[in-house]
């Protein structure tokens, strides 16, 4: 399959938010690239500008490569900020498992690219505000997504 990253509109979007359970506003897509049926799954997400993805944590090995704009990724561990950097175009950055943030778009938005391994399909936890887990999203729950 050919699919040019930064003119990505004949992609399947998933748009997620608003979502009224969160005080901060929510405003992201993804979009499904590709999957290997070996634990290795390809997504292109984009965020509004000034908007988060949810509050998560990663079950897998996470590597992104951000596209196009910026990307304000906050880390926290037992509930505590630990860090925020902001990722321009062309930042490359690994992330273990268990890594808990939050992400928001730049001024303009943001478009990355993740590439992710799981051997065992489990993906990522979307957490509460208070870092509790409401769902955990697996490679099957997410080709079951953008089978729709």
């Not at 992330?95 to 478009?111: C, I, K, L």
């Amino acid at each position: 399959m050919k699919v040019d990253l930064l003119d990505n509109e004949k992609l399947s979007w998933q748009d997620y938010g608003p979502d009224d359970r969160f005080s901060y506003p929510i405003g992201y897509g993804g979009a499904l690239l590709g999957y290997d049926g070996q634990g290795h799954i390809d997504l292109l997400y984009r965020w509004e500008p000034g908007r988060y993805c949810h509050f998560h944590r990663h079950l897998c090995e996470v590597r992104s490569t951000v596209l196009r704009g910026s990307l304000e990724v906050v880390t926290f561990k037992d509930g505590v900020e630990v860090s925020k950097v902001t990722r321009q175009v062309g930042n490359y950055s690994h992330m273990p498992d268990t890594d808990v943030h939050m992400e928001r778009g730049g001024p303009e938005g943001a478009t990355v690219l993740f590439n992710l391994y799981s051997p065992d399909g489990r993906l990522t936890q979307m957490l509460d505000e208070q870092g509790n887990a409401l769902k955990t999203l697996t490679i099957e729950t997410v080709l079951k997504q953008f089978a729709n």
